[in-house]
Structures are given as structure tokens and as C-alpha cells.
């Protein structure tokens, strides 16, 4: 004679069992963050599944775990915890709220891609680009009718939490916010970043201590570049009539700031795409490693040419000009 009591018992248990199953399913699927399609991806990680497999491949000398730690997080895992972290710019507890793993873990698994990412500047941000040089003048006299143009140069600012120490003052910059001044030259893609110095330095100053500079300066390069009035005029860097006479300087002018629009929606796009770079909560040298990190992807996103997010307008940075402009130049 069957007992009621009994089979309440195993339908419970069959339940419990269930339930479990249904857990350990869903946790193994959270394992493997590529499991999921391209456009939950994207949202997350602004990157597509060959995309994100495709940036596993290249770190996993770096960031591969060397231990038999059975619960130790995979390359996949380790790369898509900190592309969170890039893309949303929150708070570390909540990407680890996110992807089910503790805040230390997301402070590990950031710091080991920022710095791997860091290996391959050189590898992703060349000057003068991934392309000829004639092909890029080309492409620059296509924009706006400019000839011997090989790029585009300015800063912008990327804001970063009050730093201690005695050098705080040095990076407040003219809107009285604490941030990092990064110089980007642009072309298709970045290839010049200069990201170290505070937020009070202004822009011709880092440009004038870059390598960039010395090199154009000993001629090493045929073609110049595009500055705002920032800048002085050089032979190799060209910026606009501070208050233009002829029509010819008013058509130089308006040339001149059509190629130069390009560079201000670069700095959208990228910080459209990685959000933590409107502000990053962490010290000075920490913040100049992300934001390196951070370009070196966004050239690997425009090398395969993955879907770029709605871009957001840049807030103007822009230094007040300076210096008097160079006749000679």
C-alpha cells in the first residue's frame, strides 16, 4: 500500500533535484560569456563574439591563470569582466554583481587586461598608420581639399577622481575638474596617444615634450598635421588664422576645421564606447594605463570593423590659444 507521505517526499525531491540542475545549467552558460548572441554582447561588451575570441586570443599569453584551481576564471571570463568595466565605467561591486564574481576578483581581472592591453601599444598605435602615407593624404584631401595632410592632433581631458599627495593642484585643469590631458593624433584609426600628463598642462606643451615632435621636427615623416589654435604654426603643424583678413584665410579656416570635426568625433565615439573614460575612479597612473588600454581597443575595433555605439558630443576641452602665430611657419 503506497503512503501519501512518501511520495510527497520524492515529488519534493524530484523538485529539489530540479531546481539544482536548473542551477548548475544556468551557472555553467554564465561560464562561457561567448555562449550568448552578438547583440547581448555588443550591449555589454561593445564587442562581437569573433571579436571578443578574437581579443582572448591575443591576451591569453598575458592573462592566462597558471593554476589547477579548479573555480579559477577563464581567459573569456577574465577579458569580458573587464571589457564590462571599460564599457559601462561603473562601479567595480556592480560588474561584479553583473558577471557573479567577487569585487576583488574584478579589481584582478581589470588590472590584468589594462596592463596586458598595454603590451600591445606598438602593435595597434603607429605613426603614421596602418596604411601608406600617400594613402592617407589621399584620404585627407578627399575630406576637405587639403594636400599633405597625414593627420589630425589634439587633446582632450579624462576626468579622474581628486588624487592625494602634494601634486594635486597640477591636475585641476581650466574647468576646475581633476583629469588627465591624453594628446590623440587620428587618422582612420589612432596612431599617437600620449597619456601622462596632469590636467593643468596645456596642449602644446605635451605636444612640444612628445616623441611625436621630435621626429617631425628631424623631418622623418613627408606631410604635416592639423592643430586647433592651441597650437603654434610650424612647418609640420598647421593651425588656423586667429582672425583671418582674406578670403583665402577664411577658406583655409573653414578647410581646416571640416578635417578637424573628424578628431572631435573620434573623441565621442571613443568615449561613447568605453564609458569609464568620462570618469575614472582611480589614481593618476592607473587612469593613463586604462585610457592606453582603452584606445588599443578601439583600434582593434575599428580594424575589424565592429559596430560602433550612438556617439555622444564631446565636451568642448578645448585650451585658449597662447602663442602668437609663427609668420614663418
Given amino acids: ?94 560588474v561584479g554583481d553583473a558577471e557573479n564574481i567577487s569585487k576583488a576578483s574584478v579589481c584582478s581581472s581589470v588590472q590584468t587586461v589594462y596592463l596586458s592591453l598595454k603590451r600591445l601599444l606598438n602593435v595597434f598605435i603607429t605613426f603614421p598608420g596602418h596604411k601608406a602615407i600617400c594613402t592617407i593624404k589621399h584620404a585627407f584631401y578627399g575630406i576637405a581639399g587639403f594636400p599633405n595632410v597625414i593627420g589630425a592632433l589634439d587633446c582632450t581631458h579624462v576626468r579622474i577622481k581628486c588624487p592625494s599627495g602634494p601634486h594635486e593642484a597640477d591636475f585641476v585643469n581650466r574647468k576646475s575638474v581633476h583629469s588627465i590631458n591624453v594628446q590623440i593624433r587620428d587618422a582612420d584609426c589612432i596612431t599617437n596617444v600620449e597619456a601622462k600628463w596632469p590636467g593643468s598642462v596645456h596642449d602644446s606643451r605635451i605636444f612640444r615634450a612628445s616623441s611625436l615632435y621630435q621626429q617631425l621636427a628631424r623631418g622623418d615623416f613627408s606631410g604635416v598635421l592639423l592643430g586647433d589654435k592651441g597650437y603654434p604654426c610650424l612647418p609640420y603643424l598647421l593651425s588656423p588664422y586667429q ?57 582593434i575595433a575599428c580594424l575589424r570593423r565592429e559596430r560602433q555605439p550612438r556617439i555622444v558630443e564631446e565636451e568642448d576641452w578645448g585650451n585658449e590659444a597662447v602663442l602668437e602665430e609663427n609668420e614663418t611657419g
Fill in 1 to 94: 500500500m503506497a503512503c501519501p507521505f512518501i511520495d510527497e517526499v520524492v515529488d519534493e525531491g524530484a523538485i529539489v533535484l530540479r531546481r539544482a540542475f536548473q542551477r548548475e545549467r544556468t551557472f555553467r552558460d554564465r561560464s562561457d560569456p561567448l555562449a550568448f548572441n552578438d547583440s547581448y554582447l555588443y550591449e555589454r561588451y561593445r564587442f562581437s563574439r569573433h571579436g571578443i575570441a578574437y581579443i582572448c586570443r591575443l591576451l591569453n599569453p598575458y592573462v592566462a591563470n597558471n593554476t589547477r584551481h579548479n573555480r579559477a576564471l577563464t581567459v573569456p571570463q577574465t577579458v569580458c569582466i573587464a571589457l564590462r568595466f571599460f564599457a559601462s565605467g561603473t562601479f567595480l561591486y556592480t
Fill in 243 to 299: 582672425e583671418p583678413q582674406t578670403e583665402a584665410q577664411h577658406h583655409y579656416n573653414i578647410a581646416h576645421a571640416h578635417r578637424r570635426g573628424r578628431i572631435e568625433m573620434a573623441f565621442g565615439l571613443i568615449k561613447s564606447r568605453f564609458q569609464c573614460l568620462k570618469h575614472l575612479r582611480v589614481t593618476p597612473p592607473r587612469a593613463c594605463d586604462i585610457v592606453v588600454a582603452c584606445l588599443v581597443l578601439h583600434n
